[in-house]
C-alpha cells in the first residue's frame, strides 16, 4: 500500500484548502448563526483530557464513540470522539452532570450504569463465565471484557469467572503460531497493557455493582502480561496444565543506557507497578521478583503447611529452589532446559509450586469440579450470557482490522468529486463520510494496537484523516452552484 494514490491525497486537499482562502470571493459568505439557535446547539458539553472544550448536542452514543453536532463559525458540522479521549460530559438538557470522577477511568466515559435485571429469587448463586483467550492485550483486551461485564451485571451474577488461556506462540513474534514459546521469554513490559485492562475489575466493578461479585481466576495459560492479572484476585485455581510466567528480563532492560543508578531506578519503578498487583491480591511479592529477575535468588521451606521464603539457595534436602542468580555463568540454564520449561533462571509458576506459595487455592480441570472446590456446586445456576460471543466479535474484529482499514482507503479513492453542483457535494459527503469511517475503525481497535503499528505502514494519522475532512467542508463552502 506504500505507493497507493491516496498518500498524495492529504498534499492535493490541503493545496485546495489554500486556494480556498486565497480565493475567498468564489465563496458566500455564511451567515452567522443567531444567538437563539446557538443556545440551542450548546445544549451539550464534551471535556477532553487535554482540557479542549467542545459545545453542541449529542446525536449518538456507543461503548466507544461519541457524536456530536458543532458549529463553527457559523458553518454545522458533525464529529466524533472516542471515549478514552473523553474527560466528561454535561448535558445540559439532562438531570445532572457525568463527570469521569463518577465512573469509570479507562476507555468509557463515566455514566449512571444502568441497574441491573434483578436475578431470580431462587436462593440459588448465579455463575457466569468470561473466556479470556487470544493474544493477551491485543485479543485479551479492556473494551470486550468490560462489555462482557457490564452483560453479567446485568444478568445478576454473584460469580464471575475469568478462564484465562492466552496464546503463548512464536505468532506474538510473526511467526506461525505453531511454536511454543519458552516459559522465560523477557516479556515484563507488558505490565503496562495489564495496567490498561485491570482497572475494568479492581476500579469499575466496585463502582457501579450494588452487591459486588466474587472474581475468580481459572489459569490455563497466564503468561507475559496476562500473569499480572490474575494477582488482583485473591481467588486463583490452575488448570493441571497450568502455568503463570512469562516476565522475566527486568533485570536486562536498558542494558547500555545510561548509568547503573538510572538504570535501577528504572527497573524499580517497574517491579513497584508489579508488587501493586500482587499485593492487591495478597500475594508475597518476593514471588513476582523470582518470576521476573534473572539476577534474583529465592528458595523456600514448607512450615506447618505455610511456605518460609528465603533470599539464597537451598540449605537442604527440606528446601525448593525457585530461581536462581541466571545472570551468572554457573546457574545459567542450558537451551534444552528453557525450551522444555525446565529452568530456573526465572520462577514459571506451574500448579503444585503455586499451591504451595499460596498463589493458586487447588488445581481443577472441569468447572464443575471448580464450582466444587468454591463449595457452590449443589446450589448454583450458570448464566447462558453473551461473554464467549462478546470476546469473539472481538477477536475477529482484530483479525479482519488490516484488510477493512485497506478496503475503506480503496472506496474512499475510487469516490469521484466532478459534475454539476449536487453531483461534487454528494461526491465530497461520501469522501467524508468514508473518512469517518476509517476513523470510526482505527479508534474502536486502538487500545489493542501496538503504538508503534498505529496506523499501519503506509497510511496516514487519525490526525491527517481529520485534516482531510475539514478541507472537504472548507472545499464545500467555496463550491459555487
Known amino acids: 500500500m506504500k505507493n497507493t494514490t491516496w498518500l498524495r491525497t492529504p498534499a492535493l486537499v490541503i493545496s485546495a484548502a489554500v486556494m480556498v482562502v486565497a480565493a475567498p470571493a468564489a465563496a458566500s459568505p455564511a451567515r452567522p448563526a443567531s444567538p437563539r439557535t446557538l443556545a440551542a446547539l450548546a445544549e451539550d458539553v464534551i471535556v477532553l483530557k487535554d482540557g479542549t472544550r467542545i459545545t453542541g448536542t449529542i446525536i449518538e452514543e456507543t461503548d466507544e464513540l461519541v457524536t456530536m453536532r458543532i458549529k463553527v463559525a457559523g458553518i454545522a458540522a458533525v464529529t466524533t470522539y472516542a471515549r478514552d479521549q473523553i474527560a466528561s ?41 468470561i473466556p479470556l483467550e487470544g493474544v493477551f492485550g491485543r485479543d485479551i483486551s479492556q473494551t470486550p471484557m468490560r462489555q462482557a461485564i457490564a452483560d453479567a451485571r446485568k444478568k445478576g ?122 499485593i492487591q491480591g495478597g500475594y508475597d511479592t518476593r514471588v513476582v521478583d523470582a518470576m521476573a529477575r534473572m539476577d534474583y535468588v529465592l528458595s523456600y521451606a514448607m512450615v506447618g503447611g505455610e511456605p518460609v521464603f528465603f533470599e539464597r539457595l537451598p540449605e537442604g534436602n527440606h528446601e525448593t529452589l525457585l530461581s536462581d542468580n541466571g545472570m551468572l555463568k554457573e546457574y545459567a540454564d542450558a537451551m534444552e532446559d528453557r525450551v522444555r520449561g525446565r529452568g530456573n533462571d526465572v520462577l514459571t509458576l506451574k500448579p503444585g509450586v503455586a499451591r504451595d506459595l499460596g498463589i493458586s487455592k487447588g488445581t481443577v480441570d472441569t468447572l464443575d469440579d471448580l464450582l466444587f472446590e468454591l463449595e457452590i456446586h449443589r446450589n448454583y445456576v450458570l448464566i447462558d450470557g453473551r461473554a464467549e460471543d462478546i470476546m469473539k466479535q472481538w477477536r475477529d474484529g482484530m483479525h479482519d482490522y488490516p484488510r477493512n482499514l485497506r478496503r475503506l482507503w480503496i472506496e474512499f479513492e475510487q469516490i469521484a468529486v466532478r459534475g454539476d453542483f449536487n453531483e461534487r457535494k454528494k461526491g465530497r459527503g461520501a469522501k467524508m463520510g468514508k473518512l469517518r469511517q476509517i476513523k470510526r475503525l482505527c479508534q474502536k481497535f486502538i487500545e489493542a494496537i501496538d503504538p508503534r503499528q498505529v496506523p499501519p505502514e503506509g497510511y496516514p494519522p487519525i490526525s491527517q484523516v481529520n485534516l482531510m475532512i475539514e478541507v472537504f467542508k472548507l472545499q464545500q463552502l467555496a463550491d459555487q452552484k
Do not use: C
Open 157 to 278: 451474577a454473584d460469580y464471575l469467572i475469568f478462564k484465562l488461556n492466552n496464546d503463548w506462540s512464536d505468532g506474538l513474534l510473526g511467526g506461525l503460531g505453531e511454536t511454543e514459546l519458552p516459559d522465560d521469554m523477557e516479556a515484563f513490559d507488558q505490565l503496562f497493557r495489564t495496567e490498561e485492562i485491570e482497572p475494568v475489575i479492581t476500579k469499575e466493578i466496585p463502582k457501579e455493582w450494588e452487591k459486588q461479585p466474587r472474581i475468580v481466576f481459572w489459569v490455563r495459560n497466564a503468561m507475559g502480561g496476562g500473569a499480572f492479572l490474575p494477582l488482583i484476585s485473591d481467588t486463583i485455581y490452575f488448570h493441571s496444565e497450568g502455568r503463570m510466567g512469562g516476565i522475566g528480563g527486568i533485570a536486562q532492560l536498558f542494558e547500555g543506557i545510561g548509568d547503573e543508578v538510572v538504570r535501577e531506578k528504572q527497573r524499580s519503578l517497574r517491579m513497584g507497578h508489579a508488587h501493586g498487583m500482587a
Open 89 to 129: 460530559i454535561t448535558r445540559t438538557s439532562g438531570p445532572e452532570e457525568v463527570s469521569a470522577s463518577k465512573g469509570p477511568a479507562i476507555g468509557s466515559i463515566a455514566r449512571v450504569a444502568p441497574k441491573p435485571t434483578p436475578a431470580p429469587d431462587d436462593g440459588k448463586v448465579r455463575v457466569y463465565v
